[in-house]
């Protein structure tokens, strides 16, 4: 379970404010806040024609993504495309308790980042959401 800190406890009421969707799941990925939310809830969390997320980001000046949560690991690769879109990678699959996400040579770059900054950001959501670590090949 991943710590909970005020600024992600702001952005959390940000989102409630803005389309009335509670969620406790909220994390940044590539200097994108990105909220996770119940699938049935996903289209009243954006707002018609995205006016919810318009207005979380005008007010705090980042971009602002809102994806379906994942409720089971069966629904783990949907999860991972959805956090790391639009960078593509082959397959993701499970071995020894650990993801392996196979990313092939032009994805992999991307879903490292510099200093490995964008594999631990990641490496930490995936961690925090199925209990699992992450190994990017």
Avoid: H, W
């Amino acid at each position: 379970m991943s710590i909970i800190n005020i600024q992600t406890i702001r952005y959390i009421n940000l989102l409630d404010d803005a389309s009335r969707v509670k969620t406790r799941k909220c994390f940044i990925y590539n200097n994108t806040i990105i909220f996770a939310v119940p699938q049935e809830l996903v289209s009243r969390a954006i707002g018609p024609g995205g006016i919810n997320v318009k207005k979380i980001q005008d007010k705090l000046g980042k971009r602002v993504r809102v994806i379906k949560e994942a409720n089971s690991i069966s629904q783990a690769e949907s999860f991972v495309d959805d956090i790391v879109y639009p960078v593509k990678f082959k397959s993701l699959e499970i071995r020894d308790n650990i993801f392996i996400l196979n990313a092939g040579s032009q994805s992999k770059a991307a879903l490292i980042g510099r200093n490995r900054r964008r594999e631990d950001e990641l490496r930490q959501i995936v961690k925090d959401t199925f209990g699992i670590d992450l190994k990017i090949i």
